[in-house]
């Protein structure tokens, strides 16, 4: 174990994160339907499929995921001892019986056994001291056809904590003593305040100091820390990442959230909007990334280099409405901590957000009318003739593009 990641295990012994002790049915990098059938366009069962998640901290994101699907096997590694035994605990409390957690440096993956489908690897990388070389072994246990889902903290968005970082690092330069380091970041946000470079940032509900006022609980010190003092960390640009793939044998498919990267959010010129769009996805990008210039991190999928490109699965048409994905489910953080008490507004979860919709029971049966196949209107007609007069073509139509706007149905369905 190299001193950079020996550092990064003392931090995460310490403060296990995140420190929530309750499982995540919200990581987009952990969403397997979207990252396999949407973004990787696999037409292929998720039966039996083998995942892989690096540096998986206290597992609330490998346990949530183990949750949703339970037919597929997960094989989650960490470096730091005290997030592995909250991950087995919270594993064990929710009784998953599918995922295993393992002590694992990220350099050592080239000794185990086997290939894996799915690969996830969600805010490790850039902790690393050499992220080429990690990012290649995790590519050794890629299956030829697999797929690795992504996260990277991106340059843009990421500066002024990175700035915050730099002051801290040169005002505390023992980057293991926690104790100095974190009171010093409690005094330097708030004296930030002023400084007209840091204020908008500082307003961020996330990075505020309000958010860690008093940093009164474990769970919040320890968010506390990976958020500001992290004793590593580096970020990237869109070119700059598609540079780490390549260096690890891996090519770019696509954003996880790619609604967030449409140039028509940020450019009005049709021509301009033309050219943009007829770019590669890379270039594209790259394109919007600096019209945007606020990015805080890319969520995407890689493959190796000459993997088999997969085409829509059979029987989609552009006007078809997407299933409903398991990561979509209907859900509340009450069920979470297993109290089933029903309640109204019905709540739809979907990625890191909470939606509260109000359907009646009428309009809440249209969910179960969407196949992945049919369009909107066939669907409205499917709906009056189960429904009768209770339910018009213009509620249908407006229930579902408002679904759709909201992202809590996606654009391709699984098969």
Known sequence: MDEITGKVRMMYERYPYPGYG???LGSLNHDLETVWFDIARRTDSLDHKRVLDVGCGTGDKSVGCAMLYPEVTITAVDVSRESLRKARALGEEHGCKNVTFLEKDIMSLQE???????????????????????????????????VLSLYLYAEDGRRPVTSIQSIINGIC????????????AKVLLEDLRRNPKFRGFLDDRQYSSDSFRGLHSDAIKARFVDQIVHVNERTYTVNSMIDLLDSAGLEFVDMIDRDEWCVEDYLTSPELVSRVNGLEPPERYAVVEHLK?????????????????????????PDS?????????????????KDIRSFEPRIIGF????????????????????????????????????????????EVVTVIEDLRSKRIVYTTPHP
Not at 126 to 137: K, Q, T
Not at 173 to 184: E, G, S, V, Y
Not at 293 to 317: L, Q, T, W
Not at 352 to 373: K, V
């Open 112 to 146: 185990m056994e086997g290939s894996y489908d799915i690969i996830v690897a969600m805010g490790v990388v850039m902790l690393l001291s050499d992220p080429p070389e990690g990012l290649e072994a995790i590519a050794s246990r890629l299956a030829d056809d697999g």
């Open 321 to 337: 409405v997407p299933h409903l994905f398991r990561s979509a489910k209907v859900f509340s953080h009450a069920l979470l901590h």
């Open 293 to 317: 210039a606020s990015f805080n991190e890319y969520r995407f999928v890689a493959r190796k280099k000459g993997s088999k490109k997969r085409s829509a699965p059979d029987g989609i048409r």
């Open 351 to 394: 990625t890191n957000r909470e939606t509260r919709y109000w359907l009646n029971d009428d309009l809440w049966s249209l969910l179960g009318l969407i196949d992945g196949r049919s369009s909107v209107s066939e669907i409205a007609d499917r709906a009056i003739k189960r429904l009768g007069s209770a339910i018009s073509p213009d």
């Open 173 to 184: 330069p023992d980057r293991t003593d926690f104790d100095d380091r974190i009171a010093t």
């Open 22 to 24: 309750v499982p995540s």
